[in-house]
């Protein structure tokens, strides 16, 4: 055999290696982001949720909350909760909603920090719902469970009044009207 042959040879055979290694590392990530999904899922039936099977079949990293439920959750004083704010900045939201942590999508991966617990269950919500999808995918890939993306975003957050929801006077609502 030639020396030409033989390096022809080991070209190959280190382009095929190449492949193999890349196939390797591609390999890796999607175990470790099917074992933090089921890591996350695992936490949420601990935690007493409920997931639907093809939640768990599908192998989808959050869960989906109605704004119905979301706002019912947020209601609740009893339940230990975090809303993720993950609109563009300048968005004029219909309704403030208090204790949320306000972080644009874009800044997310820097201000990781400002998000205390990873396993505190996060409700997140943007302007319609697709912002969140995407902040809720990040925080998986960043070690936190028991996020939530709030479908629909504040889009279609329920209008009605509770104890936890400021208003804005010049949304076309009096204080009167608010009952004070």
């Known amino acids: 055999m030639s020396i030409a042959k033989i390096i022809d040879n080991l070209n190959l055979m280190t382009a ?77 939201r219909p309704i403030e909603l208090e204790g949320v ?9 820097l201000r990781l920090d400002e998000i205390k617990s990873q396993t505190i269950p996060i409700m997140v919500i943007s302007e319609e719902g697709t912002r969140s999808i995407r902040a ?17 975003g504040y889009k279609y957050w329920p209008k009605n009044l509770n104890s936890h929801t400021t208003v804005r006077v010049n949304e076309g609502i009096e204080e009167d009207d608010l009952g004070l």
């Open 16 to 92: 095929r290696l190449d492949h193999l290694e890349e196939s390797l590392v591609r390999l890796e990530e999607k175990t470790d982001y099917a074992v933090s999904v089921m890591r996350s899922q695992l936490i949420r039936i601990k935690n007493g949720d409920s997931l639907s099977d093809d939640t768990v079949w599908a192998g989808q990293p959050y869960a989906d909350l109605s704004p119905e439920k979301a706002s019912h959750i947020y209601q609740n004083d009893d339940l230990d909760f975090l809303i993720l704010d993950v609109c563009q900045e300048g968005y004029e």
């Open 101 to 109: 942590i306000q972080i644009p999508l874009e800044e997310l991966r």
């Open 136 to 152: 809720a995918e990040c925080l998986i890939q960043h070690g936190f469970y028991n996020i939530s993306n709030v479908s629909g």
